[in-house]
């Protein structure tokens, strides 16, 4: 059988083992990506050979919710600029990402940032970070919007080698491919694509557009791609619901000015005001205030003044796909494929209002403070493909990915830096090769099976740029001639990852399948030259008092100057003896910088099972997997002072460990009520448990003694830290019916609340010791024994880990007459409330400020409260697509038709999303 691909069909006859084997995949995968990618409803024959001949593949069964996706056709109906429009029409997904950015970090069931989910562009893992409200947890990846084909999500633990060392599912992005562009049956060809915004509801959409030109002959697929976009600054919606911006807006995160330009104290209608953290920090307090009548009036004010500064963005990107194919018995061919892209934008803005006209007006005042960024994105990768025989079907890539990010900030009021220039630059670039081979063979009774083997050489550089607050404490230092040594806020650090991963699935289209995979995977991290402060205490001893020692050499007969030279002497050698380096001058501790090494082993391991009941269309699943993933080294070595808030290095993190259930019952049903229609509905059950989840949580550092105010930094102070089992749990819900008349689709992610506590070791290193000193001044230093016990606290404003899920649906309807040509249709989507569960702790409180400021009750002793971040939104979305030819489409996209006003909060400000916004949508192929 041999593929004719300008009839774009197969042609010959084929044995039905060898079939399977020409439809098998390069790389392991799980049981959900098989059923969403072979025809397994492909009617069995019991003939020997199988004669192709059709030009369509036979149609997949209805996807379970394990790997229920963004297709084609969904990203070509919303067309949007920004992949958070679609994402949030995927059920249990969501986008931690402030909207005008370009690089994404998608959420999968409650699990997101640092690459617990493991995100990809063409099979390519992309895992870098960058300042986030949750300080850095976000593992984002640079998709162009405009070349995106399709959206790939699985959820749950699954085992290949390009998910080995993440937590919670994984995304690919694909690219579109030269079939999406060239017309059937032309050998060369193109496509242009172009959107704008117009009339008065533009909202900041400038033109914008991709170009594409493709060709193939017997031997060659070539597809080229440009685009370019460009997004003015935006207006934010201006309608609410007034009672439920009242109650459930944290004002905290917004400045307000008079006239004067006197800023107005915003700590006012304070549902919890004046709480205080454990480590006393800047940001791991609490004032959840509200609004005020008069200041929500102004925020009104203020959105319909115009446009909002900060959220303007360009980007430009570039892709490439070369194919060549051997054209003999083993279909043998090699891909390359290249994208790099660039953009400007700006996030975390903080927005000031101003009110004039003694308080009857207001506008958005002057640019909001906000992180400015530059971003480049490089991907390129060459891989090999070949189908020998049922056994053997390798396929070898090598590919090259860097993101380079800019980053650059003034120091806020309060810093050691304020209003000075900081930056923190990223450079981020790998190299890797992977081996993958996929087996088909038949075992009595049991049947056909598949085997997927891969594995996975990976070499990471991190080369960082920053000026942090304490390094421009320290230029400041040295104008006054003083010399001021400051940790490394971040370090350079060189990855060695190596994977390995088995999966075997049943391979046929019988109702039962079965996957089973395990996979193994080897870091070594090299980091270099960081700078951190630590403990100095090497061992336990006793160390005389001063006086004594000169009593006791007086006694002898010294005299008082050489009994006081030969007592410091002494006390010298004693306090010595007990230290790591005695010749560092910061008594008990001491400045590390030497090169640090880590190595982890991380386990992963499957078993998922699904089976449709014949005659039924039910197909109840369930997915069980474990996945274990490594701390980075901007994790562990993080240190300094950032937004006024200290940390320390922690160089002990242990792996996060994620046990993941799924659980649920799809049914489908084609002729439902007529023979043309198509009805789908399911209902899964989600649970992530994730063992010493790392978060913020304060510390004592290693090798150091802890009296009773706390080790040598404090009591406690700001770091990351390993905590106690974090748990993400809920309900999803899709339901499909579609006819040649209209469509209906809908999606409801329903988390169940669990309020994690945020608990861990006072020293995770072990290695800790305590003091005590006697009333001759003799002291005493003992080893410690376990981990020092653990401290409970919030990470209010830092961490993922305190986020309440919000409840998340969408609804899409649309008619589709004129046999699909036309699509009319609207899309409904909500969101709950957005809230935090804050422990508080009633021992940190140094007064009585948290009860006199706080509306709300506080506990009599440690307990939770709920931050109200945003009251809960609903918007709707008008869209029209016509089909004039096969070549030619046109659309028009009305987001937001009722102009809600609507965001999210971020470590300091918001992230406001755009109000209505009117955009027309061009597509032609020639």
């Given at each position: 059988m041999i593929w004719d691909r300008k009839a774009g069909r197969y042609t010959g006859t084929l044995s039905k083992i060898t079939l399977l084997t020409l439809m098998s995949f390069s790389s392991a995968q799980t049981l959900a990506q098989q059923t969403?990618?072979?025809?397994?409803?492909?009617?069995?024959?019991?003939?020997d050979t199988l004669t192709v001949t059709g030009s369509e593949p036979a149609a997949p069964p209805p996807k379970t919710m394990l790997n229920a996706g963004a297709s084609k056709k969904d990203l070509e109906r919303r067309k949007a600029s920004h992949l958070s429009d679609v994402v949030d029409q995927i059920s249990g997904t969501s986008m931690n990402s402030l909207y005008a950015r370009p690089d994404v970090s998608i959420g999968i069931q409650g699990v997101a940032g640092y690459g617990r989910v493991s995100q990809q562009l063409e099979g390519i893992s992309q895992n870098f970070t960058a300042f986030t409200r949750d300080i850095g947890q976000t593992g984002s990846i640079y998709v162009e919007p405009q070349f995106l084909q399709s959206i790939d999500v699985t959820r749950g633990v699954n085992t290949s080698t390009g998910t080995l060392g993440s937590?919670?599912?994984?995304?690919?992005?694909?690219?579109?491919?030269?079939?999406?562009?060239?017309?059937?049956?032309?050998?060369?060809?193109?496509?242009?694509?172009?959107?704008?915004?117009?009339?008065?509801?533009?909202?900041?959409?400038?033109p914008s557009g991709a170009a594409f030109l493709a060709g193939r002959d017997e031997s060659w697929d070539v597809l080229l791609g440009v685009s370019r976009s460009k997004n003015d600054a935006y207006s934010v919606g201006s309608n609410f619901n007034q009672g439920e911006m009242l109650n459930g807006f944290h004002a905290t995160n917004l400045q307000f000015y008079d006239d004067q330009n006197t800023y107005y104290n915003s700590a006012e209608n304070c549902r919890y005001g004046g709480v205080t953290g454990v480590s006393g920090g800047f940001q791991d307090g609490l004032n959840n205030c509200m609004l005020t009548p008069q200041r929500l009036q102004w925020l009104k004010q203020a959105a319909k003044s115009g446009a909002l500064k900060g959220t303007e963005r360009t980007a430009d990107s570039q892709m490439l796909r070369l194919r060549h194919y051997f054209n003999d018995e083993f279909n043998q061919r090699l891909d390359l494929f290249a994208s790099a892209s660039h953009s400007r934008f700006e996030s975390d803005q903080k927005p000031q209002i101003k009110a004039s006209n003694n308080g009857t007006d207001a506008e958005w005042f002057g640019s909001p403070w906000s992180v400015k960024n530059e971003l480049d994105s490089r991907v390129i990768s060459l891989k090999y493909q070949g189908e020998f025989s049922d056994l053997i079907n390798p396929s070898i890539q090598i590919y090259h990915e860097q993101q380079r990010r800019k980053q650059g900030?003034?120091?806020?009021?309060?810093?050691?830096?304020?209003?000075?220039?900081?930056?923190?630059?990223?450079?981020?670039?790998?190299?890797?090769?992977?081996?993958?081979n996929s087996s088909h063979f038949s075992l009595p009774v049991v049947g056909n099976w598949r085997l997927?083997?891969?594995?996975?050489?990976?070499?990471?550089?991190?080369?960082?740029?920053?000026?942090?607050?304490?390094?421009?404490?320290?230029?400041?230092?040295?104008?006054?001639?003083?010399?001021?040594?400051?940790?490394?806020?971040?370090?350079?650090?060189?990855?060695?990852?190596?994977?390995?991963?088995?999966?075997?699935?049943?391979?046929?289209?019988?109702?039962?399948?079965?996957?089973?995979?395990?996979?193994?995977?080897?870091?070594?991290?090299?980091?270099?030259?960081?700078?951190?402060?630590?403990?100095n205490i090497g061992k336990g001893g006793t160390i005389p008092g001063f006086q004594p020692l000169i009593d006791q050499y007086i006694s002898a007969g010294?005299?008082?100057a050489d009994a006081t030279e030969k007592a410091l002497e002494e006390l010298t050698a004693a306090t010595d003896a007990v230290k790591i380096d005695p010749s560092n001058g910061n008594g008990y501790t001491r400045w590390v910088t030497d090169n640090q090494k880590h190595h982890y082993n991380l386990k992963s391991g499957n078993l998922a099972v699904q089976y449709t009941l014949p005659g039924t269309g039910l197909t109840p699943y369930a997915s069980l997997?474990?996945?274990?993933?490594?701390?980075?080294?901007?994790?562990?070595?993080?240190?300094?002072?950032?937004?006024?808030?200290?940390?320390?290095?922690?160089?002990?993190?242990?792996?996060?460990?994620?046990?993941?259930?799924?659980?649920?019952?799809?049914?489908?049903?084609?002729a439902l009520f007529t023979e043309s229609d198509d009805f789908s509905a399911g209902v899964g059950f989600y649970r992530n448990?994730?063992?010493?989840?790392?978060?913020?949580?304060?510390?004592?550092?290693?090798?150091?003694?802890?009296?009773?105010?706390?080790?040598?930094?404090?009591?406690?102070?700001?770091?990351?830290?390993?905590?106690?089992?974090?748990?993400?749990?809920?309900f999803e819900f899709n339901l499909a019916y579609q006819q040649p008349l209209f469509y209906i689709r809908s999606n409801l992610t329903v988390p169940l609340r669990h309020d994690n506590k945020m608990c861990s070791a006072n020293s995770p290193s072990g290695n800790y010791y305590t003091q005590s000193i006697a009333d001759d001044g003799t002291t005493t230093i003992t080893r410690g024994s376990g981990n020092g016990g653990q401290s409970c606290y919030s990470g209010w404003n830092w961490m993922e880990t305190s986020q309440i899920e919000p409840i998340r649906g969408s609804l899409t309807a649309a008619i589709t007459p004129y046999h699909g040509q036309l699509e009319l249709g609207a899309t409904l989507i909500y969101r709950g409330k957005q809230r935090a569960a804050y422990w508080y702790v009633k021992d940190a409180q140094p007064?009585?400020?948290?009860?006199?400021?706080?509306?709300?009750?506080?506990?009599?002793?440690?307990?939770?409260?709920?931050?109200?971040?945003?009251?809960?939104?609903?918007?709707?979305?008008?869209?029209?697509?016509?089909?004039?030819?096969?070549?030619?489409?046109?659309?028009?996209?009305?987001?937001?038709?009722?102009?809600?006003?609507?965001?999210?909060?971020?470590?300091?400000g918001y992230n406001f999303y755009p109000g209505r916004t009117l955009t027309a949508n061009l597509e032609y192929r020639f």
């Open positions: 969403a990618s072979t025809g397994a409803d492909a009617k069995p024959t019991s003939a937590l919670g599912g994984s995304v690919n992005f694909r690219y579109l491919d030269i079939d999406d562009v060239l017309r059937p049956g032309k050998s060369l060809g193109g496509m242009v694509r172009g959107s704008t915004g117009f009339s008065q509801y533009a909202n900041g959409q400038k900030w003034l120091g806020i009021a309060g810093s050691y830096a304020y209003n000075q220039p900081l930056h923190y630059d990223v450079d981020n670039q790998s190299n890797g090769i992977k081996l993958a997927d083997a891969g594995a996975e050489l990976r070499r990471e550089k991190k080369t960082v740029d920053s000026l942090s607050e304490e390094d421009a404490l320290q230029k400041q230092y040295a104008q006054w001639g003083l010399t001021y040594v400051v940790p490394e806020w971040d370090t350079d650090s060189r990855t060695i990852t190596q994977s390995l991963a088995l999966n075997l699935s049943t391979d046929d289209d019988g109702p039962l399948k079965i996957s089973a995979g395990v996979g193994f995977q080897h870091v070594a991290m090299d980091v270099y030259s960081p700078r951190y402060l630590s403990g010294e005299s008082y997997g474990y996945g274990e993933r490594a701390p980075t080294s901007g994790e562990m070595y993080i240190s300094g002072a950032w937004m006024r808030q200290a940390f320390i290095a922690n160089p002990d993190l242990k792996p996060e460990k994620n046990l993941s259930l799924q659980l649920g019952l799809n049914y489908h049903r084609p448990r994730i063992k010493d989840y790392i978060g913020y949580g304060p510390l004592w550092m290693s090798n150091d003694i802890i009296g009773e105010n706390g080790g040598s930094a404090g009591q406690s102070v700001g770091s990351v830290n390993n905590l106690s089992a974090v748990i993400r749990q809920g007064g009585s400020a948290a009860e006199e400021n706080s509306q709300q009750s506080l506990p009599d002793h440690d307990g939770w409260i709920t931050a109200n971040l945003w009251p809960k939104t609903f918007k709707v979305d008008l869209f029209a697509n016509y089909k004039v030819t096969d070549d030619l489409k046109l659309g028009v996209y009305l987001a937001n038709l009722t102009n809600q006003m609507d965001g999210t909060t971020t470590s300091m």
